[in-house]
Each structure stands twice: as structure tokens, then as C-alpha cells.
């Protein structure tokens, strides 16, 4: 593989090696070797500490395959937790790995930080400008005034417990712990025998989180299940958006010239906040029509996230809902009645395929939210995305730390 260093000019040049961009380098390596690329990032090490998960039908067969390498675990099955009801979920779930994507980007990154970006070109903090036939900008989430929002904000540690664990897959979520800013629950993913992450994660009006507090919970949670822990292998932190409403044509107006991939596309799931399932579509949608002017490229992400906004307004409805209608510590019941659905509609959600008789199950029945200032959260949908109700103190699409593309 080529030098970063001393290259000329690139077909592409990756700004930002988040997730987005780490993934549709990779393809991109993969389909078109004969194209010459190159990542630049603050970060030496792409994917270092870093863990994200995805239900297997989040995505195509095809795109899985060519997943499995950057892996860490697949799982057969999840739990969820809430008071009086526990549920074991077949649907499989699996965990890309950090360090193995960063091992296979090796060669194609370079640790240095970006000043400026073009459609054509980069310049780096040390004046050094780096010339690319395109750029695809995947840096992150950007500020905007565009989407309101609120948040679903984590803490997590990988830890080695001193005995083992006894869990055979991942709970998603237990939401049988004490309700703290918003809707709060613990996820835990097993590595191993004796290996576990366990985060602390909350659907919250605010992007802070407080540190010191998280730790102190995973440290109660681990004790209240019994477990010992003998080592710390690492911390993860970050925020992600939850779409309440907003413009898309001002989001577009904002983006510039730029191509954008990711979350600064605007493009994860309204309710979760994860993008890797768009960002792996996307991979195979860059990889198809490269080399391409860098006007192409935008229009063609562009013309996706537009069709994904229009696709996803009922998913901002059940966000107004959530964060809306009823007392923040009642949240929980929102998903708790979720979960008691069939499990092929639970992954059509997770996967951004709800169909119209999905939606109608979702919002039929005793809701679990103040009847009349649910039916007040509904208006918008589909009518411009404003608001009726007046809106909690929730900020615009802007986070200190965004795991999906971080």
C-alpha cells in the first residue's frame, strides 16, 4: 500500500475515520483495490476501545458476510428487563470490533489533525494539503439548528470478573434499576466466561452525563448481581441524538459541498441513534460508483438521507411520544410494552422496516403514556414537523461524543 505521507493525490481521501467513513474505506479497499485512498484522523487508532452492536437482520446476508472478519462475538439471542417481566429475544445480535477494524484499515490512516475540507482536497493542521479527486467527510455529528432532539447518552466498562458470569447473551437492556435522568437501563455484553461490558445508558432531555456517576452505578449494578471484578480492561463513553422533529431541507442547506457520511448525513436510526446499519448500505453504495465526482457523490447521500427522513417520520412520532407525553421517570413502560410485541415486528423496527401494520400495532391499545398528551405528540407527522405541544429543553444535533460515529 501506498505512504499517506507521500502521496500526491488520492481517488479518495477519507476526512474523519469514525465508524461511517472506517467502514466504506474498508469496502472500498476491498471492491476496488486499484484505487488509491487514505483516512485522516485525530486518532492514530481507528476503532481503539470501541465496541458496536447491531441485530443480524439489521442487515442483508451479503453485508453481513463481508462483516463477520471485523466481529468480535455474535450471540444467538438478548434479554430484556423490566419490573415484572423478563424476556429472552432469539434474534441474533452481534458486536464489530474496534481494534479489528482498525487492523484492517492499517496502512490506509494517518494520526493527523484536519484544518480545512473541500470537495477536492484537505489541508492539515501542519499546512500540508492533501489532494483527493473526492472527500467524503465522516467526522461526525455537526452542529445544527435543523433537528430537535433529546438524547440517549452511555457509560461503559469491559471488565474481567474475578469468577464467571453465567450469562450465555447479551441483556440488552435492564431497566430494573433505579430510573435517573429519563429512561435508564443497564446493557451488558459478554465476552467471555468472565468478561463482560457493562454500560450505563439514558434516554435523557440532556446530553451531559456525569462520569463519576456512571461509574458508581455499574459499580452498584455489578455488586447487586454478585459479580467481582478483578480488572478494567477500558472505558467508553458518548451521546447519541434521538429525532424528535426538524427541517431537512435546512439540515441540507447546512451540509455544504462536502459529501457527508454518517451521522453527519443525518443518517441513524430516529430512535436508537445507531448508524452502523446505514453506514454499512452506504459502504456498498460509495465502493458501487467510485471514482465519482464529488457533485455525485453528495446528490446520490443526499437523495438517500432525504428518502430515510421521509421513511422515518413515524419513528419521530413515537420519540415525541417518549419524550413528550408522561413524567420522565415513566419512560421505561414505553418500552417495556414495546418488547411484548412479536418478535419479527421488533426486528423490523430495529431495522428501520416498520410496516403500516406494525404502526398500527405500535400505537393500538391502553398506551403506555397520558392518552391525550400522546394524541397532542402526533400532528407533526407528516405535516412539516412542527410541533404543537411546547417542547422540553431539548437541544439541537450536537453531541461532546457520538459512539456511532466516533
Not at 437523495?303 to 413524567?327: H, I, K
Request: net charge positive; proline share 9%; aromatic share 10%.
Amino acid at each position: 500500500m501506498r505512504d499517506p505521507v507521500r502521496a500526491s493525490r488520492y481517488d479518495v481521501a477519507f476526512a474523519g475515520m469514525g465508524l461511517a467513513n472506517a467502514l466504506a474505506a474498508f469496502r472500498v479497499a476491498t471492491l476496488r483495490p486499484e484505487l488509491h485512498i487514505a483516512g485522516f484522523d485525530t486518532h492514530a487508532s481507528v476503532g481503539a476501545g470501541r465496541t458496536w452492536s447491531f441485530f443480524a437482520p439489521d442487515v442483508t446476508p451479503a453485508q453481513l458476510a463481508w462483516l463477520r472478519p471485523l466481529l468480535r462475538r455474535e450471540w444467538p439471542a438478548y434479554e430484556v428487563r423490566f419490573p415484572g417481566f423478563r424476556r429472552v429475544v432469539p434474534t441474533p445480535v452481534c458486536t464489530l470490533s474496534g481494534p479489528a477494524l482498525g487492523r484492517a484499515l492499517t496502512g490506509l490512516t494517518r494520526a493527523a489533525d484536519i484544518a480545512e475540507v473541500s470537495p477536492e482536497g484537505l489541508t492539515l493542521a501542519d499546512g500540508t494539503a492533501v489532494a483527493a479527486r473526492a472527500v467524503l467527510d465522516g467526522r461526525g455529528a455537526r452542529p445544527s439548528s435543523a433537528f430537535r432532539v433529546g438524547w440517549q447518552k452511555f457509560l461503559g466498562q469491559e471488565i474481567r470478573l474475578t469468577a464467571p458470569h453465567g450469562l450465555h447473551h447479551p441483556i440488552l437492556m435492564d431497566a430494573t434499576v433505579q430510573q435517573l435522568d429519563g429512561f435508564r437501563f443497564i446493557y451488558v455484553l459478554p465476552f467471555g466466561p468472565d468478561r463482560l461490558l457493562v454500560e450505563d445508558t439514558r434516554y435523557s432531555d440532556t446530553p451531559e452525563l456525569s462520569h463519576q456517576m456512571a461509574r458508581q452505578e455499574i459499580t452498584s449494578y455489578i455488586a447487586a448481581q454478585g459479580w467481582r471484578v478483578a480488572e478494567q480492561f477500558s472505558e467508553e463513553q458518548g451521546v447519541l441524538p434521538v429525532v424528535l422533529d426538524g427541517d431537512i431541507d435546512a439540515f441540507w442547506d447546512e451540509v455544504g459541498p462536502v459529501p457527508p457520511l454518517g451521522m453527519r448525513a443525518g443518517l441513524f436510526h430516529p430512535v436508537t441513534g445507531y448508524s452502523l446499519p446505514s453506514a454499512v448500505a452506504l459502504a456498498d453504495a460509495v465502493a458501487a460508483v467510485l471514482p465519482a465526482r464529488p457533485e455525485s457523490l453528495r446528490r446520490m447521500i443526499e437523495a438517500r438521507a432525504r428518502a430515510t427522513w421521509q421513511a422515518q417520520g413515524f419513528y419521530r412520532v413515537l420519540n415525541r411520544m417518549l419524550f413528550l407525553a408522561g413524567t420522565s421517570d415513566q419512560r421505561w413502560r414505553v418500552f417495556a410494552r414495546f418488547f411484548h410485541l412479536p418478535q419479527p415486528l421488533i426486528e423490523r423496527f430495529f431495522a428501520g422496516r416498520t410496516s403500516a401494520l406494525d404502526r398500527m400495532r405500535l400505537v393500538t391499545g391502553r398506551p403506555p403514556v397520558p392518552f391525550f398528551q400522546a394524541l397532542r405528540c402526533i400532528p407533526s407527522w407528516g405535516q412539516g414537523e412542527v410541533i404543537t405541544p411546547p417542547l422540553r429543553p431539548v437541544g439541537g444535533l450536537v453531541s461532546p461524543e457520538v459512539r456511532a460515529d466516533g
